[in-house]
């Protein structure tokens, strides 16, 4: 069982609209979640974290966790073209493990 | 501040040969990560330090990959003998000391590597 997994997609969603991107992971002992966005050909860039249980809200973005389900989303909302990237999520286990990303795609 | 940058940023070699790639974090950053990154996945990590101490090494790292940190400062990976399964991007990161549990890694451009 991977450490951390993502749908690797393409998510594609019509501008405007929510894009809803999951993670899981497997080490019940994670304390803290981070989502990356990544563009192609670029290095992967820090867009939330979150550390608790429930929402956590930045600009349009939103993280879920639940702990419990061993689950962390985030939602995309108002998605534009400029969000189309591959969303890394990431889990603290003394180092960075990353899942193999979600590509969405933003379609005007 | 000039962010993280790495060096050089493609190298081409035949298989056998050795390469070494240099990572100069930013400044008054304590720990410094490497990473792997190959077409569809995401970074996996390698070895990290905290200031001139390699505190951790994948265990997946072959012993033909080495890394330096001397002096805390600028960081070598260098891979001895390269096969072509090495080829990838090789990611390096740093975190300041205060934020290095959180996550927020500040990572370069990559150093792309191509094995023939």
């Known amino acids: 069982q991977k450490e951390v997994e993502q749908n690797s997609g393409p998510l594609s969603v019509p501008e405007g609209a929510i894009a809803s991107l999951n993670c899981t992971y497997s080490d019940r002992g994670s304390q803290s979640f981070f989502w990356y966005r990544q563009y192609s050909g670029k290095s992967p860039e820090l867009i939330m974290f979150i550390y608790s249980n429930g929402d956590k809200e930045d600009g349009r973005f939103t993280a879920q966790l639940n702990k419990a389900s061993q689950y962390v989303s985030l939602l995309i909302r108002d998605s534009q073209p400029s969000d189309s990237a591959t969303y890394l999520c990431?889990?603290?286990?003394?180092?960075?493990?990353f899942g193999a990303g979600t590509i969405l795609r933003v379609k005007s | 501040d000039t962010g993280v940058s790495q060096d050089p940023r493609h190298k081409i070699t035949k298989r056998g040969q050795n390469v070494t790639f240099r990572c100069d974090p930013i400044?008054?950053?304590?720990?410094l990560y490497w990473y792997r990154q190959t077409l569809g996945q995401g970074p996996e990590f390698l070895t990290y330090f905290q200031n001139e101490a390699q505190l951790e090494k994948s265990r997946l790292l072959s012993d033909r990959f080495s890394a330096e940190r001397p002096k805390g400062s600028f960081s070598t990976l260098e891979i001895q003998r390269t096969e072509q399964g090495d080829s990838a991007m090789y990611l390096c990161?740093?975190?300041?000391?205060?934020?290095?549990?959180?996550?927020?890694?500040?990572f370069g451009e990559g150093s792309r590597l191509t094995v023939l």
């Open positions: 990161a740093s975190s300041p000391r205060d934020r290095g549990n959180t996550g927020e890694l500040f």
């Open positions: 990431a889990v603290n286990l003394n180092k960075l493990v």
């Open positions: 400044s008054e950053h304590n720990r």
